[in-house]
């Protein structure tokens, strides 16, 4: 049993080497209230269903406010990449930080490691309360 389960894995790891490459890059500038949102997390996933999400890049926003993140992926099918911002803007002493999650359009992947376009969503008000929002401890 122990055997066919290690099997399983090794082809899942093969095969997704396999799959074509695909790139995804998104920008914009993340606000709270009528403040930059300087040093916030941002990462990059490729979202699966059958498996843990795909971490394509993560980064930080500027002084500003300003991020610009791009990343690849291996799949057989199309990639699912999504944006996940972590923050505490108005967040009061909560534990944890809000996290905000995006999903980039189908028009922005890209064939190969470098994308040809990137998704920009403009400004991006922290403050807000967002359908689907959650919290994470472990981003």
Same mark, same amino acid.
């Given at each position: 049993? +122990?055997?066919? *389960?290690?099997?399983?894995?090794? *082809? ?5 080497? #396999?799959?074509? $490459? ?7 500038? *993340? @606000? ?7 040093? /916030?997390?941002?990462? &990059? ?9 795909? #971490? @394509? ?26 944006? +996940? ?18 999903? /980039?359009?189908? %028009?922005?992947? %890209? ?11 403009? &400004?991006?008000? #922290? ?6 929002? $959650?919290?994470?401890? #472990? +981003?």
């Amino acid at each position: 049993m +122990n055997r066919a *389960l290690v099997l399983l894995a090794v *082809l899942v790891q093969g095969a997704s080497a #396999l799959g074509r $490459t695909q790139s995804v890059g998104v920008r914009g500038t *993340l @606000m709270c209230h009528d403040h930059p949102a300087a040093n /916030i997390k941002v990462k &990059i996933f490729d979202e699966d269903k059958l498996s843990p999400d795909e #971490l @394509m890049a993560s980064g930080k926003s500027d002084g500003s406010g300003k991020f610009e993140l791009s990343g690849h992926a291996d799949e057989f099918t199309s990639i699912e990449p999504k944006l +996940n911002v972590y923050h505490d803007c108005d967040d009061g002493i909560k534990p944890c930080q809000r996290k905000i999650t995006v999903y /980039i359009p189908d %028009s922005y992947i %890209s064939s190969g490691e470098q994308p040809k376009k990137f998704f920009d969503f403009g &400004i991006l008000q #922290l403050a807000a309360k967002f359908s689907g929002e $959650t919290r994470d401890c #472990l +981003n």
